[in-house]
Each structure stands twice: as C-alpha cells, then as structure tokens.
C-alpha cells in the first residue's frame, strides 16, 4: 500500500548530539516537505524539495539540513541538537493536484 | 497580515447541529485549497480539496469557495463526537506548490 513513513516516532536525545529524521514515500510524488509544529501551534514549513538534487529552505529558519538523493527518501539532519529544536517534526508528500499526505510524524525532544 | 487566517476557536456545537468553519486567504493567485483534519498528537489527514468557486460536497463535509471575497469554508453537517479536532485550512501561495496553514480551528462537538 502507498504510504509516507517517518522515523523515529519519538525521539529523546541529549543537547550537542547529531540527529537524522528519516522519511520515506512509496506514493511516487515528486514533492516532499518538512513542517515543524509546537503542541497546539501552526504548522511551520522548514524545508521542501520538487525533486531528486532540489532541496529549498522554508519559511521558518531551521538550523536543520535535508538531502534528497532518491525520490522515495527525504531525510532531516540536525548536526547539533539543542533544547530549542524540541517539537514534532512532518514529514509531508504531494502530486499536483491532491495536497499532502503526511506521515505520521517524529515527537523530538532534546535534553 | 497573516497568508491564511482562521478563527482559533473553540467552536462548540451540539451532536446533529451543522458546524460551520471559515478561512481567508491574502494571495489573489493561490488556486488550489484544503480542508484537513487533526487529531491531538496525530498528523493531519487530508478531507476536502476545493479548486473551482462554489459548493463541493462529499458525504456529510462540503466545502464552499468564493475567489472574489478570498474565502473557504467547510461545513459538518450531522456532527459527531468524532469530529471533535482541529480543522486546517491549506491554501497554495500563487504559482507554487506551497501549501501555508492557517492556525486551526478547534471545534468540539457536544454529545
């Protein structure tokens, strides 16, 4: 079955620590997207790509990198984690024409 | 002036009563629009897209959208407990594949 999978579902990880959020499609979309969301808040778009080699920065500043070698793989990379990166992290995918599918999301926690 | 505002809520409607959640958006050129739905702790999951003015019904959510006046807006009609969550309003910014997220609506459906 098509779907869009994250990994780790949760994540507790010491201060100064490197991190890699993983998030794989089997749906075939060129479009794949990072949004950050605070319990109870907006979503916030950190990082986009329209396709294999094309990664965009979004519209919140993240200190978080993204790399897009395969189509179906979209990791997240922290390099040194902070307790100020703490929030949910979604990992979204699209065609054209019919909005995003999430996944199911990484709940971070630095300490 | 935020891209996509919605009221924050909560909007509380009793167990049968039509719930009615409103959104507007700022960029004239933004074409296609989305209702999603979100559970606390869950990821958002797609339930109406919309692309042409007018009405666009699907079983008991039907979504209304007016270019002139820059607002979307979706209709519960028969509410259920079930469909006590937060309601996203996604709107495209004009000639990209962005999607920008209002705040959410909180609604409650009283049983």
């Known amino acids: 079955e098509a779907d869009i999978y994250q990994t780790p579902r949760y994540l507790v990880i010491g201060t100064g620590k490197k991190i890699t959020l993983e998030c794989s499609q089997t749906m075939g979309h060129d479009k794949m997207y990072w949004y950050q969301q605070d319990p109870g808040m907006e979503l916030h778009l950190i990082h986009y790509s329209y396709g294999v080699n094309s990664t965009e920065k979004g519209d919140l500043s993240s200190e978080s990198t993204v790399s897009r070698i395969r189509t179906e793989h979209f990791p997240l990379t922290l390099e040194s984690a902070r307790p100020s990166h703490t929030s949910q992290y979604l990992c979204?995918?699209?065609?054209?024409?019919?909005?995003?599918?999430f996944g199911s999301g990484t709940r971070l926690t630095v300490v | 002036q935020k891209e996509v505002e919605q009221n924050s809520g909560p909007l509380s409607v009793p167990e049968g009563a039509i719930a009615s959640l409103n959104c507007t958006y700022s960029d004239r050129g933004s074409q296609s629009f989305f209702w999603y739905r979100q559970y606390s702790g869950k990821s958002p999951e797609l339930i109406m897209s919309?692309?042409?003015?007018g009405d666009k019904e699907d079983g008991r959510f039907t979504a209304q959208l007016n270019k002139a006046s820059q607002y979307v807006s979706l209709l519960i009609r028969d509410s259920q407990p079930s469909d006590s969550a937060t309601y996203l309003c996604?709107?495209?910014?004009?000639?990209?594949?962005?999607?920008?997220f209002g705040t959410g609506t909180r609604l409650k459906v009283l049983a």
């Open positions: 919309i692309y042409s003015n």
């Open positions: 979204a995918s699209s065609d054209d024409y019919y909005g995003y599918t």
């Open positions: 996604a709107v495209n910014r004009g000639g990209t594949y962005k999607y920008i």
